[in-house]
């Protein structure tokens, strides 16, 4: 079973709830939290995803209210390209051709089952490599 690492803050935990129970099934599941909808740092859930998928080499889900916190937090670490997606179309574009391997989903602009959509056409689309592959190579900082 693939592990998948996912984390939210306040605004994202009911949704990253969801996700969790739709995905235990499929993936071995850790949660780097929180465990509540009290007000938290995003910053304290977005490093620890981060890092466990850069060390991992896996796939990583993070949700807070516009997806910009988390997914700005993440791209500190290299080798990590989250991107924000809203639509399943934008998480497949994602995926194809910048290769993205954290996922950042605005939980106050989605609905629970659009966030579901999002996240399995993310999960189950596959980088297309070619002439994105040379594109993705000079994503990172010299």
Excluded at 15 to 36: C, M, N, T
Excluded at 93 to 106: E, G
Excluded at 116 to 126: D, G
């Amino acid at each position: 079973m693939n592990k998948l690492h996912i984390g939210s803050d306040h605004a994202g935990f009911v949704l990253k709830q969801g996700l969790i129970e739709q995905l235990r099934a499929s993936y071995d599941i850790v949660d780097h939290g929180p465990v509540s909808e009290e007000s938290v740092d995003y910053p304290d859930y977005a490093h620890p995803v981060a890092r466990a998928v850069q060390e991992d080499g896996v796939l990583g889900i993070l949700i807070c209210g516009s997806a910009n916190g988390v997914a700005m937090t993440a791209n500190k670490y290299a080798g990590i390209r989250a991107a924000i997606c809203w639509k399943t179309e934008i998480a497949a574009l994602a995926r194809q051709h910048n290769d993205a391997n954290v996922l950042c989903i605005p939980a106050r602009f989605v609905s629970e089952e659009e966030a579901k959509q999002i996240t399995q056409t993310f999960l189950n689309t596959p980088f297309e490599g070619g002439r994105h592959a040379n594109r993705v190579n000079k994503i990172a900082c010299l």
